[in-house]
Every structure is written in structure tokens, then in C-alpha cells.
């Protein structure tokens, strides 16, 4: 019987029974070959090939689970079957569309290598997976949060500097992570950012967020700085060893200063999503959001249209004495 564990967008479910991968059989070569296609020629990052990784190596052992090792064994009932089981173990449809989004593109991989000629996906259609809205706070749960008092100290400042950051620019966690020194233009309000697969683009930075960077490289970076054992990181955010500052770091900061301005499980995507929201609207233009934040496709950015039609929704509804 598998662990109980709580699905990053759904409830509590179970792990899937699955056999131990030793990485002798053809899928398993075949699987490390499609990851080292997706990193080094299709060039996506750490993180997503990580996430593809941990799908196929369930997928892998379901099926190893079921005797089949061999690229020319798999069926679609096979592929069916292991789809079925995780929405029994409780995994949210989001993560079983994932899950056999990464099948169906080991098996492309694999019959467009010549590694067989089987391909028990080519016909399958990915579940429909529903479009919840993204999380945001309101201008004033953001006024609450960044005009809060942060201690008098180097870690203050920096933490200060963190949130008008990712709240100013819509920065990923991992994009404010990878900052250096060498990214930031702020005589000309903006910085260089590396997006996902490598993508660099330009993003604004003023006011505030401009401010409580510059006030935090005046003095509290060369002092965090200073604290390193070996040389000194490029990284323009540091923890308190001088290294460079992690994304479970910057996960924790937004946490406690959320949640001492009330905002229970504030998230840096949140921070993204609710600088995006507030953007539009104020009426700035969709294509120009869709370069800030890096989306390569605007259908990705349009979901923010939805936001503020919601919100629109709500004020109506709240103020309208016939709604």
C-alpha cells in the first residue's frame, strides 16, 4: 500500500504501486535518450525535464509492474490502464493529462528514433484539463503587504526587496533566483531576465520595486555578501551564508510576510498572477504583458482577461441593487 500524499492541485492521494527501474531495460535507455533530447536540443529547463523525469519514471514502472520492458509490448490498454490508476490513486485530472502528455511523447521519440515502429498513443486524446483561475490578492492585500515594517536589518532589506520585486516585475521565483548584477539596468528601469528554456527578455522595474532593490544593494548585499566561506556569489539575492538565495527560500519569505499581513499561503506565483491582474486592469495592453512576463503563447497571458471578467462579475453583483 503507497504513502498518502497531497497532489499539488488536487486532494490527498496514493502513491501507485510500481516495481523497482534498474535502467537495463529498452524503455528505460529509450526514456534517458528522450530526456537528453528535451534538455540539450529542445533546450527546456532543469525543472521541467526534472517533472518530465519523475512522470516517465511512474509511467516506467507501471509497466515493468506489469512484465513489459520492451517498446513493441506496450499497448494502449497498457497506456489506458495506467491512466486509470492514477486518477484511482487520487491524482488530479491536471496531473494524469501531464503524466500521459510524457508518455505520448516518449512514445513519438521512440518511433521517430527507429527504436520501434509501435506507436500506442498516436491516437489518444489527453483529458480534457480544466483552467482554474490563477490565485491573486487585491491592490490592497498588496498595499498591506509591502507597506508592512520589515526588520532594520540586511535580511530585511533583502526580504523587502524580494517581494516589491516579484509584486513589480511578475518575476518567477526561479527568475528573480538566477538574477546577477550584470542583469540589472536600473538607470534605464529594467532588468534582463532568463526565462523558461533559457528565453531572455527585457522587464520593466520602477518605483517601489526600483527603490527597495536599490536600497537593498546600498549596503545589505555587500553585507550578506561578506559572510561567505569561499568566493562570493553573482547572484544579486543572498541568504545569510552569501550564497545565492533558493526558491524555497524566497517560497518562505513570501509565507511569513504574507502571512503577517494576513494573506494565509502567499506564493511568488501569486505575486506573478496578481501583477499581471492588476496590470490589466489598469488597462495596460495584452500583447505588452505577454512579453513581460515571457509567454510564448498569448493564450497563456489571456487567461488574466478571465481574471478581471470575474472581478468585473463580482463588483456587479455586489452593487447592482437588481442583480
Known sequence: MGSARRDSDGPRREDLPAAPLTGSTALERSRDDYLSHLSLERNLSVNTVAGYRRDLDEYLAFLIDRDVTSPDAVTRRDVEDFAAAKRAAGYAASSVARALSAAKGLHRFMVREGVTE???????????????????????????????????????????????????????????????????????????????????????????????????????????????????????????????????????????????????????????????????????DLRALQEILGHSDISTTQIYTHVDRTQITEEYLAAHPRA
Open 118 to 284: 509501435s506507436h500506442p498513443t498516436s491516437a489518444m486524446r489527453l483529458p480534457k484539463k480544466e483552467d482554474p483561475l490563477p490565485d491573486y490578492i487585491t491592490i490592497d492585500e498588496a498595499t498591506s503587504l509591502l507597506d508592512q515594517t520589515f526588520p532594520d536589518t540586511a535580511a530585511g532589506a533583502r526580504d523587502r526587496a524580494v517581494l516589491e520585486v516579484l509584486y513589480g516585475c511578475g518575476l518567477r521565483a526561479s527568475e528573480l533566483c538566477h538574477l546577477t548584477e550584470r542583469d540589472l539596468y536600473l538607470d534605464d528601469e529594467f532588468l534582463r531576465v532568463i526565462g523558461k528554456g533559457s528565453k531572455e527578455r527585457l522587464v520593466p522595474i520602477m518605483g517601489t520595486a526600483r527603490n527597495a532593490l536599490e536600497e537593498y544593494l546600498r549596503g545589505a548585499r555587500a553585507e550578506l555578501a561578506s559572510h561567505a566561506r569561499r568566493g562570493g556569489s553573482a547572484a544579486v539575492f543572498l541568504n545569510a551564508r552569501g550564497g545565492a538565495l533558493s526558491r524555497q527560500s524566497v517560497h518562505a519569505i513570501c509565507e511569513r510576510y504574507g502571512r503577517a499581513a494576513g494573506i494565509e499561503g502567499l506564493h511568488p506565483h501569486t505575486l506573478r498572477h496578481s501583477f499581471a491582474t492588476h496590470l490589466l486592469a489598469g488597462g495596460a
